[in-house]
């Protein structure tokens, strides 16, 4: 599963620092989200979206099949 949060949390000018303290998780788990290494749970996924004022379906890209 792609995203899209890194580009979106730039635009925003937001640190991944500052959107794991909203999100109340570490940074550590923005960078591996970002970098494709964890796939968020789904409560995550709506708490990133609502901070970063967008809808799930913009954050991921789901792809049946390959990755």
Do not use: W
Request: overall charge positive; some cysteine.
């Amino acid at each position: 599963m792609k995203n899209t949060i890194r580009r979106i949390r730039k635009n925003k000018k937001l640190s991944q620092e500052e959107l794991a303290g909203k999100c109340g998780v570490t940074r550590q788990t923005v960078n591996a989200i970002e970098n494709n290494k964890y796939d968020p749970t789904l409560a995550l996924a709506f708490k990133l979206a609502f901070h970063l004022e967008v809808t799930v379906d913009e954050l991921f890209e789901f792809h049946y099949g390959k990755e």
